[in-house]
């Protein structure tokens, strides 16, 4: 099931993506989550040290600054224009350089749950991941993962093989939808009092068991729209 750490969803680019799966093949690391944290540990132990060992300026800009100590007034004033001329010279050339590129595709990695989440008489509980996905639209504020719906009791609100953004979590308020762990399944239902509520008529509330758990709120459909 679904792991209660704290997750992190954040954007990457296709090739930086290439480069991390590289990284991880080539260090034999299990999956993607455990290369991104060795690149992080690895990252940050490379910061400590460089911030030990590069100094706060350059020592052209500590020769600049000495120069213009020295000056006169007239001298530091004409300084101060040429450096803020060269300066907006650097700018303009920089953007008219980023307007020329083709615009960068950002992703979005949010992992996938690949055990399906019953909407109808229950799945059984489980704890298959699959490979995270790739979104090129920011998903909703929250998101831990993705997982897939079974069954029609939640129609119309959600359908068979929707693929639901999840926010983990162990308490949600009565009338929002959520994911339950009860009597060894998983069922996605309306928090009733006392009660699992589905949304399609035909099928009756579910009496909530003593061993029943929220394992997160449901935030919306992962729908297309989120890959193109």
């Known amino acids: 099931m679904p792991t ?3 997750r992190i969803t954040f954007a990457i680019s296709k090739e930086k993506l290439e480069e991390l799966e590289a990284y991880r093949f080539e260090n034999r690391i299990k999956n993607q989550t455990q290369a991104i944290l060795a690149l992080i ?3 940050l132990a490379d910061f400590e040290a ?12 500590m020769r600049l600054a000495r120069d213009y100590d020295g000056l006169d007034g007239h001298g530091k004033r004409v300084l101060r224009l040429v450096a803020d001329e060269e300066k907006a010279r650097c700018i303009e050339r920089a953007r008219s ?19 399906r989440m019953s909407a109808g ?24 993962y993705v997982a897939t719906i079974s069954g029609d ?22 009338g929002q939808v959520g994911v339950f762990l009860m009597d060894g399944q998983q069922w996605v239902k309306e928090l009733g009092d006392g009660v699992l509520i589905s949304h399609n008529p035909a099928y009756l509330p579910r009496p909530m068991a003593e061993d029943v758990r929220c394992q997160g709120l449901v935030l919306g459909v992962c729908d297309d729209s989120y890959f193109t």
């Open 153 to 174: 009791s939640m129609e119309p609100t959600y359908h068979d093989g929707d693929r639901l953004f999840i926010q983990a979590a162990i308490n949600i308020q009565i």
């Open 97 to 115: 350089v980023r307007e020329d590129e083709p615009p960068e595709i950002i992703y979005f990695n949010l992992p996938q749950y690949h055990q």
């Open 41 to 43: 540990e690895k990252g």
């Open 50 to 61: 460089d911030a030990k060992e590069v100094p706060l300026y350059t020592d052209g800009a």
């Open 121 to 144: 008489s229950g799945q059984p509980a489980g704890d298959e991941w699959g490979e995270n996905l790739l979104l090129t639209k920011r998903p909703p504020q929250g998101a831990s």
């Open 4 to 6: 209660e750490k704290p």
